[in-house]
C-alpha cells in the first residue's frame, strides 16, 4: 500500500460569475502496468456557456517512478516528489468525431479485439439530464 502526490490541472475554466461553483478534479484511475495509471481529470464551471455547466476532460498517463511514498507522512511540506503526468488525450479533441463531450469520470479495459488491440471505455456521470455517453477506443500498447 502506497500514496503519492497526485497534481490536478491546470484548471482553465472560471465561473462566471466567479463565485458561482466549479472546479477540477481526478475522476478515476486505470492501472495499466510497470507504476503507471491513466487517469481521468474533469473541470467544471458555472455559467460558462449560457448557464450551463462545461466539463473539460482530460486523460493522462502517470508515473509512480521518482515519486515519494508518502503513507507515513502527517503532513505534506511542498516538498515532497509528486507522480509524473503526461496528457494523452483532451477530449476537446474528439469534438468533430462526437456531437458533445460529456462529464467523464470512469475509465476501465473493455474486451480485446480480434486484431489484439485491447479496448478503452470510458462512460459519462449522466447528471440525471442528459443520454449517458460512452466512448470506446482501441489501442496500442
Do not use: C
Amino acid at each position: 500500500v502506497a500514496e503519492y502526490v497526485y497534481p490536478i490541472g491546470p484548471r482553465t475554466l472560471v465561473s462566471e460569475p466567479a463565485d458561482a461553483g466549479g472546479g477540477i478534479g481526478l475522476n478515476d484511475l486505470l492501472y495499466i502496468g510497470d507504476g503507471r495509471f491513466l487517469s481521468v481529470e474533469r473541470q467544471w464551471a458555472s455559467g460558462v456557456t449560457g448557464g450551463e455547466a462545461s466539463r473539460p476532460v482530460q486523460m493522462y498517463e502517470v508515473g509512480l517512478e521518482g515519486a515519494d511514498n508518502i503513507i507515513d507522512v502527517d503532513a505534506l511540506t511542498g516538498d515532497e516528489a509528486a507522480v509524473s503526468k503526461r496528457l494523452v488525450l483532451d477530449f476537446d479533441d474528439l469534438l468533430d468525431r462526437v456531437e458533445r463531450i460529456g462529464s467523464h469520470e470512469a475509465v476501465v479495459f473493455g474486451p480485446v479485439l480480434e486484431d489484439g488491440r485491447r479496448t478503452l471505455i470510458l462512460v459519462e456521470d449522466n447528471d440525471f439530464d442528459r443520454p449517458t455517453q460512452v466512448l470506446a477506443f482501441a489501442i496500442n500498447e
